[in-house]
């Protein structure tokens, strides 16, 4: 049984770039939420989508934005790079078996110069 | 709005001592309480979680933690820690959307 996978590992872009990040749910998964965390920091909650559609937001810009595909795998788009972009980005899946659990990818650690 | 506190950002320990990394919440509604574990360049995985039900909850690796809705806290224990348990711990808790505290880091030493 497959975990929730992520990619790239790891992104090296420059400021006023744009990047794009992939996630695969676990198997009987439908819901993504997408983390971002800083270095010594808590995830903190981008988004999250469920049917293809942007269910809940935090409190992040809209240079942030998401999809989520037929076959539940999702991306997470970054506008406009600034340094402070640099982070763990972690994806995290649920699905209707256990709605209130997240299972969380590797994560892609994007650095931003 | 919901919010965790850990209360210790570092947490050192010698070998086969017990530990106790605490962690408290507030909430106006009622909560589903998570502690996970994040290994060096590593993704977060899952030790346990509060639901509902028994407030003593165990989970992997030897740990459990205990709900206390009274006191407000979720504190994770463990009675005997190996070297391996070093780590980054996280206590979060979920209403609608998953929110973390800063973490705890638990250093082991031989």
Request: with cysteine; aromatic share 14%.
């Amino acid at each position: 049984d497959a975990g929730v996978t992520q990619s790239p590992t790891h992104l090296i872009k420059t400021r006023g770039q744009q990047v794009t990040l992939r996630c695969s749910p676990k198997s009987g998964h439908d819901t993504v939420s997408w983390y971002q965390q800083a270095l010594g920091q808590g995830p903190q909650f981008i988004f999250q989508y469920y049917e293809e559609e942007e269910r809940q937001r935090g409190n992040f810009p809209d240079r942030f934005s998401g999809h989520q595909f037929p076959n539940y795998s999702s991306e997470l788009n970054v506008n406009a790079l600034l340094l402070g972009d640099s982070a763990l980005y972690l994806c995290a899946s649920s699905g209707w078996r256990d709605t209130d659990t997240q299972y969380f990818g590797p994560g892609t650690r994007l650095t931003v110069l | 709005a919901q919010s965790v506190t850990q209360l210790d950002s570092q947490v050192p320990v010698f070998e086969e001592a017990p530990v106790e990394l605490r962690c408290n919440y507030s909430s106006s509604v009622s909560v589903y309480l998570f502690w996970y574990v994040q290994y060096p360049n590593q993704g977060l995985q899952l030790l346990l979680k509060y639901l509902s039900g028994s407030t003593l909850v165990k989970g992997i690796n030897g740990f459990e933690a205990e709900f206390n809705k009274s006191q407000t806290s979720f504190h994770l224990r463990k009675p005997s820690v190996h070297i391996s348990d070093t780590a980054e711990y996280f206590c979060a808790v979920n209403t609608d959307k998953l929110i973390f505290g800063t973490g705890t880091r638990l250093q082991v030493f031989p």
